[in-house]
């Protein structure tokens, strides 16, 4: 991204029909740092499973249904809970 950005031919800046390369550049930074947070999330599931507490809520220790899990298997809290 950077060397594109020195490369003046690669500049869409002034491009009325394109993205800018600013704005490339954020939707880059957000989509990977959703990324290391889901990696950090799904970690930390591996961890729980690991450790046998994997399914259990964090907050009030009841198990979270397994449909949460299917949707959310980096959940740590049941529905209850997560509000
Ligand atoms: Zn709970």
């Known amino acids: 991204m950077r060397n594109a950005r020195s490369l003046t031919t690669a500049d869409d800046e002034h491009d009325p029909e394109g993205s800018t390369v600013s704005l490339d550049q954020a939707r880059d930074s957000a989509l990977l740092a959703q990324a290391e947070r889901s990696f950090s999330e799904l970690s930390a599931a591996r961890q729980r499973l690991a450790e046998g507490t994997y399914g259990r809520c964090e907050r009030c220790g009841r198990d979270?249904?397994?449909?949460r899990l299917i949707a959310r298997p980096e959940a740590r809290h049941c529905?209850?809970?997560?509000?």
């Open 64 to 67: 979270i249904p397994t449909a």
């Open 79 to 83: 529905v209850s809970c997560s509000r």
